[in-house]
């Protein structure tokens, strides 16, 4: 009895050497040029001691979770941050695009579908979530989102300017060239207009 009674003192032990308290962390030099996913984790771990109740932090600590490998705990911080905020726009895109970011494109597109059933008016998260799209190449979905949008704002142009680079960024030159002419029709005279487009396509070398 006594040696099984050491030997689950041992595993919690160990236990607690894998997986160390916020608390029980040196956030010195020599953690932050350490592991990068032990660097994910016990960032991570220490903001949501540090704001346990903010969705948005538990949304983005969910991320470094997903970056870290660690997919059960980043889906309880997932949930965590929605039962906190449901019907936060802004929260559930982080959630979404923390998902689309590292590859998950199932529970992404599942994420940005609960922006349009849960917090539908939102235009600057729905306008997130094509971009989102747009950029990693789910353009159709991406489309679908600025319908939702156009719905609610029809002469929004600095989102469809918004959504134009995003596509140009995925190498979709004429379906940006779409969101660009709308846009330079909305507002012809306005100077942010082209110098956003001339330096989209400067970036993205887009001259051809």
């Excluded at 469809?160 to 004429?174: I, M």
């Amino acid at each position: 009895m006594r040696t099984r009674s050491i030997a689950l003192a041992l595993f919690a032990l160990a236990l607690g050497a894998q997986a160390p308290t916020p608390a029980a962390i040196q956030f010195n030099e020599a953690f932050f040029a350490g592991d990068r996913r032990t660097i994910l984790e016990g960032c991570a771990d220490k903001a949501r001691s540090i704001k346990p109740k903010d969705a948005k932090y538990l949304a983005e600590c969910g991320r470094a979770y997903l970056a870290a490998l660690d997919k059960p705990k980043a889906e309880a911080a997932f949930k965590d941050a929605e039962t906190r905020e449901p019907k936060d726009g802004a929260v559930l895109r982080l959630v979404a695009q923390a998902w689309l970011k590292h590859g998950y494109k199932t529970e992404a597109l599942e994420g940005y579908e609960k922006i349009v059933k849960r917090d539908p008016k939102n235009k600057e998260a729905v306008t997130a979530a094509a971009v989102d799209l747009a950029e990693v190449g789910l353009v159709n979905e991406a489309e679908r989102y600025m319908g939702v949008l156009v719905a609610l704002e029809k002469d929004d142009w600095e989102r469809f300017l918004q959504f134009g680079k995003a596509l140009l960024v995925a190498g979709q030159r004429k379906k940006a060239a779409f969101w660009f002419a709308r846009a330079a029709a909305l507002k012809p005279n306005e100077e942010k207009l082209f110098l956003e487009i001339s330096r989209a396509f400067a970036e993205t070398q887009s001259v051809m």
